[in-house]
């Protein structure tokens, strides 16, 4: 019962963040790094560039992971280039948002890392 209290409030507090970082006209830095860390855990993607203005990202994901080693230079891992269009940013990110315990960790880090920069949530 309290894990599924902790998934919720994880998932509302992250809903709540995207939505406090898609009010700005312009996006800061350190928003728009969280928008494309939610975009990396979602697709997979790597290179990812986010054109505010046209409502395009362009990113390349990664279609296999068995050949990437962090420990070397990965020089030849098989990717896909895509440039997607988005009608609205805050519905884009929120269906990227994924509800396993893998994300659910990542979504809770950016949310420590965010709250230890003094970004305000809802208490």
Known sequence: ????????????????????????????????????????????AANVSIDYHRRR??????????????????????????NLWFKNLYDFLISCIDQDPKSLAF???LLKSYQNNEISLVA
């Open 57 to 82: 990202v362009e990113m390349d994901i990664v279609m296999d992971d068995k050949d990437y080693d962090p420990k070397k230079v990965n020089l030849s891992i098989p990717t896909l280039h895509t």
């Open 1 to 44: 019962m309290e894990n599924s209290g902790l998934r919720s409030r994880i998932l509302e507090d992250i809903e709540t963040l995207i939505a406090s970082s898609c009010t700005k006209q312009k996006v800061p830095l350190k928003l728009k790094k969280l928008h494309i860390a939610i975009l990396k855990n979602h697709y997979n």
């Open 107 to 109: 979504y809770s880090m």
